[in-house]
């Protein structure tokens, strides 16, 4: 499979040390070449690359503020930076670059980096199955998350329940299960749980516009009021 390749760099030379090193690798097929970050933005955009390589000093609009731009795109590339300078690394981290690589650039670290994109390209391209590891009665029990009633957090820990049991959820916390499970149908209901939608079976009014989610194993959860539109939204209520 072709790794489409992007680079921007203000520099002729070193747009040309770069493709000199990729002939080395024939699977990164390189689809764009731009001196500065204005034209690389506007084709990065409309045509996403699998892989760009950036120069961090360029003028006016630099390499980090772009990455910074891409990052916040739905099919952003994985981004790594060059440049002659090391103070810039920790920077080039925070906006998820995938390596960084100094000028005048290695062989054997080029290498490096490109046996990183390699490995990310077969991470990505692996089935990935979702499930959630626990704990109960000592010994370590799987999941898949649409078994699961709701997740609920108490004293530091995170807990699923599924059914009338409780158990303890390995690795994870309570706002990683709502980002990672949202897909599925997950929502957080008050400040200590995140209810299983599909597992919701009564919507029982109180007082003042307060409302109590009865899951489908019976247990009752108090909705908060600040997430009882978006609730009632997901059931067009």
Known sequence: M???TVIVDDEKPSREELKFLLKKFPEFEISGEFDNAFDALSFLIASPPDLVFFDINMPGFNGLSLAEVLKGTENHPLIVFITAYSDYAVKAFDVDAIDYLLKPIDGA?????ITKVRDKFKESSKPKLKFIMCEFQRELVLFKPEDVNYFYAEKGKLYAKKGRE???VKGMKLQEVEE???KDNFLRINK???VNLNKVAKLIP????????????GDKL???PHHQKEFRGRFNY
Do not use: H, W
Not at 206 to 217: A, E, I, P, S, T
């Open 206 to 217: 109180l007082f003042k516009g307060r409302y109590v989610v009865q899951m489908d194993n």
């Open 2 to 4: 072709a790794i489409r």
């Open 222 to 224: 108090a909705l908060s």
């Open 192 to 194: 200590e749980y995140v």
């Open 166 to 168: 409780a158990f303890l």
């Open 180 to 182: 990672k499970f949202v």
């Open 109 to 113: 670290r080029f290498a490096k980096t």
